[in-house]
Structures are given as structure tokens and as C-alpha cells.
């Protein structure tokens, strides 16, 4: 838990480790910019425990880069998340024409006794409790569907920024990992022309 809210090394080194991981994929830069684009959508949608597979599914439609997508998610941390469910809920709220809002404690508690309703009423389908759906329908109404509509548009243009800022920076690295490569092979062909010629060269002072 405390991992997850603080990685080991800290969120720089966390960050430049997934920034190291995306440049490295075996992709063309627009695939895997599809795929940090899906992700970072995927951070904008209320289907916590599920963004992994959520990503991936959109990256598939997209045509993007699956690892890519799952490593995006990263986007939507401990920092960043009161920021997304803040500003995706209150949108919400307004484009569903709703008065008021919640505030962040309210949506953190809402998800935490809709994840109790949701176990306790699983386990009650193999005791003799009865099921009671009644909050998970206040947390739909309340949390889930305002999240879920306002996080479209955020999250839409997230992703796009995401993909419009990453896909010349993966270009350009690419093409210069390809460069360092070819002078690295280069070098070795070199070499082993320069070995191949003293040997052949001593062969002949020996004869």
C-alpha cells in the first residue's frame, strides 16, 4: 500500500522508468502513442480495479500499442487522481444538468462503501443474507454515472495531447537509438576488418 502511494526510489524515478519502458517498445511512434493515448483516457473513467483491462481493449480498437496503454495508466496515481475524479465528477454534474456536486472525500467514501456493497452482496448470494442493491443505485446515480459522462471530454483531450506530445518524442528517439546502432555495428565491422587484416597480415610475415 505504501508502494502504491509512494513508490521505491520515488515518483521521479517511477516516472523516468516508465518514460524508459515506452521508448523502448519494438513499435512504430504512432502505435505506441496510440497506446499512451488509451491509457491516459482510461485514467478519466470511473472502472477502478479494471483499467488495465480497459486500457487494453481500447488500445486493441485503436490499433495502438497494448503495452504501451497499460503503462500509461500509470497517469492516474495518488497525485493526479484527486485532480481527474474532481474535475470528471463536477463536469458530470453539469452536463447531466444536476444541481450541487460532491466533494472528493465524498466520491473516495462512495467507492469504498459501494466496494463493501458489492462483496457483501456476492457473499450473500452463498449464505442466507439478503441482497440490497439500494446503495449500489445511489452510488450509480450519485458518483458512477456523473464520472463517467464528465470524464469524456477530459479524458478524450488528454489522450489526445498525450499522443500529439509523445509521438514526435518516440520518433525522434527511435531514430536516434537506430543511428547509435548502426555507427555501434559499423564500429564492430570495423574492428573485426582491422583484426582480419593483422591476422592476415601476420600469416604472411610468418610464411
Not at 16 to 27: C, G, K, S
Request: proline share 5%.
Amino acid at each position: 500500500m505504501a508502494d502504491f502511494f509512494y513508490p521505491r526510489g520515488g515518483w521521479s524515478r517511477a516516472v523516468r522508468y516508465v518514460a524508459h519502458r515506452l521508448r523502448r517498445l519494438p513499435d512504430p511512434a504512432h502505435r505506441i502513442s496510440r497506446g499512451i493515448a488509451a491509457g491516459v483516457f482510461t485514467c478519466f473513467t470511473p472502472f477502478f480495479g479494471f483499467h488495465f483491462l480497459f486500457s487494453v481493449t481500447l488500445a486493441f480498437v485503436v490499433r495502438g500499442n497494448i503495452l504501451a496503454a497499460v503503462l500509461a495508466t500509470f497517469f492516474g496515481n495518488p497525485l493526479t487522481f484527486p485532480v481527474i475524479a474532481t474535475i470528471s465528477v463536477e463536469l458530470g454534474y453539469d452536463i447531466l444538468g444536476r444541481p450541487g456536486g460532491i466533494s472528493l472525500h465524498g466520491i473516495v467514501s462512495a467507492f469504498s462503501r459501494a466496494s463493501i456493497d458489492l462483496w457483501s452482496n456476492f457473499l450473500a448470494l452463498f449464505t442466507s443474507d439478503t441482497t440490497n442493491w439500494l446503495g449500489m443505485s445511489e452510488f450509480f446515480h450519485a458518483v458512477f454515472l456523473p464520472y463517467l459522462v464528465g470524464g469524456l471530454l477530459p479524458g478524450t483531450v488528454a489522450g489526445l495531447v498525450a499522443y500529439v506530445v509523445s509521438r514526435p518524442l518516440i520518433a525522434a528517439y527511435k531514430k536516434t537509438r537506430v543511428a547509435r546502432m548502426k555507427k555501434s555495428v559499423e564500429r564492430r565491422k570495423q574492428a573485426a576488418a582491422l583484426r582480419a587484416a593483422r591476422d592476415t597480415a601476420a600469416g604472411e610475415i610468418s610464411e
